[in-house]
């Protein structure tokens, strides 16, 4: 069988060629062809507006989704945590990296006796947001929008007392500063710190490729704080963390999750330890707990007001 070369689609942010180069070098040392081919996506064009006021859930992923289905790339590189829950008709996941540091981390100019006071806070994350207020109701909060590097440029520019970022992201392109303190309190995204390859569901070559690049153990994390995300039915903007461990010494997953009022005054949260053979309904069972402790009417409150 004559090998194809992988063409690689990304976005061009410098954080995402990093990504897009590191799928690379592992399929190249499989002994994979591969080009990299990058596209700009609206998510990057369309700085001006919040996020969920674009009213897309995949902002970031829709052009690659397009190229893909369109035959111009193979494969594409995301940050998982920007992939929606349902990925369009004929592209499925086909590799979950093993995953980073999962934290967010509060980058700040040098003094944090802000954090005592009032403040400004940066962050284009409603999550970031309403955790932030939960924890600090007398700070303002800003939206913070643009690749990481645009982002860290504004925090400069700005008179912000500080903005929260994903360690990974920052620690991927040796952007993590001095000035950082790790926010262990807020409950992640679902799946940040892990990268996803997805490619078509025909394309068995590609597929049996990406095969060799999963990391097991932070597929089945990823997958159920994913599935929890989806069963809360929150799309990419509600306020939602989520997080499982696996715990290699008990064999058990831990699991945390959390929902939140736009605002941080509400907030909704399980813990649950769990024996690993029941990973695959954990992220469901949790988000029922949730929705049933109060979660329904919370969630419907949220899609209210973001509809506005």
């Not at 194809?4 to 690379?24: F, N």
């Not at 360690?167 to 409950?187: H, T, V, Y």
């Not at 799309?235 to 939140?260: H, M, Q, R, S, W």
Request: charged content about 25%.
């Amino acid at each position: 069988m004559t090998q194809k070369t992988i063409r690689i689609g990304t976005r061009d942010s410098e954080l995402a060629l990093w990504q897009a180069h590191t799928v690379q070098k592992q399929l190249n040392d499989l002994g994979y062809k591969t080009e990299i081919i990058a596209v700009k996506s609206q998510g990057d064009i369309i700085l001006d507006k919040p996020l969920y006021e674009l009213g897309i859930t995949g902002i970031f992923t829709k052009t690659l989704d397009l190229a893909m289905i369109n035959g111009q790339v193979d494969i594409a590189v995301h940050s998982m945590k920007d992939v929606p829950t349902a990925l369009p008709n004929g592209i499925v996941q086909a590799a979950v990296l093993e995953r980073a540091n999962i934290l967010d981390v509060l980058v700040h100019k040098g003094n944090i006796d802000f954090l005592e006071s009032d403040a400004t806070i940066a962050t284009g994350s409603l999550r970031r947001q309403a955790q932030w207020w939960h924890k600090y109701p007398n700070h303002t909060v800003v939206d913070l929008r643009g690749n990481v590097n645009t982002r860290m440029q504004k925090v400069q520019d700005n008179d912000w007392h500080g903005a929260v970022f994903a360690a990974a992201g920052l620690e991927r392109i040796n952007l993590k500063p001095e000035n950082c303190i790790n926010l262990d309190w807020m409950i992640p995204a679902p799946a940040q710190g892990a990268m996803v390859v997805v490619a078509m569901a025909d394309d068995d070559f590609t597929l049996d490729a990406l095969s060799q690049l999963n990391h097991i153990e932070t597929e089945i994390c990823t997958y159920i704080e994913r599935q929890f995300l989806r069963t809360l039915e929150g799309g990419c903007t509600a306020p939602i963390g989520a997080i499982a461990k696996y715990n290699e010494k008990e064999d058990t997953l831990d699991f945390k999750g959390v929902l939140l009022s736009v605002d941080g005054k509400q907030k909704i949260e399980v813990e649950k330890i769990v024996a690993i053979t029941e990973w695959k309904k954990l992220g469901f069972h949790a988000a029922q707990e949730i929705l049933n402790n109060g979660g329904t009417e919370l969630m419907a409150e949220i899609k209210k007001m973001l509809k506005k």
